[in-house]
């Protein structure tokens, strides 16, 4: 049988996110993620969080009430997103770029509002 997983994360389990997933079992087969940061102040992600989530197809670190700030710090950037990733949302991504190995062949929706992209990617990506 097979298990598709959706992590819904809630205050009570952001603690998780400030480590890197790859501790994590089963973490090969998380597609999604959707993290609502409303009632965080800060979070500190390291550069490889989403390095052994192969499958992760839907991406999502937003703020369900307007006004309020949450700042994802990623102080060794980050250097893995799926290449499964077909819906990337994430209000106030914190760099100035994504990671350069990312290859968005398959991304259909980018939201970054908020974020501090100055462009996409460093390099050429071929789709």
Not at 61 to 79: M, W
Not at 87 to 104: A, I, M, Q
Not at 109 to 115: N, Y
Request: aromatic fraction near 12%; include cysteine.
């Amino acid at each position: 049988m097979q298990c598709n997983m959706v992590v819904l994360v809630s205050l009570k389990s952001y603690l998780k996110l400030c480590f890197s997933f790859t501790g994590f079992q089963g973490t090969g087969k998380v597609e999604g993620i959707f993290l609502d940061v409303t009632k965080i102040r800060e979070i500190e992600l390291t550069s490889t969080a989403l390095e052994r989530m192969y499958k992760l197809r839907l991406l999502k670190i937003y703020n369900s009430e307007a006004g309020v700030k949450c700042r994802v710090h990623l102080p060794r950037g980050l250097e893995y997103l799926s290449e499964e990733l077909r819906y990337l949302h994430w209000d106030g991504y914190p760099l100035t770029s994504l990671p350069s190995k990312f290859c968005p062949q398959n991304l259909v929706e980018l939201s970054l509002s908020s974020s501090k992209v100055k462009q996409l990617w460093r390099g050429q990506q071929v789709f």
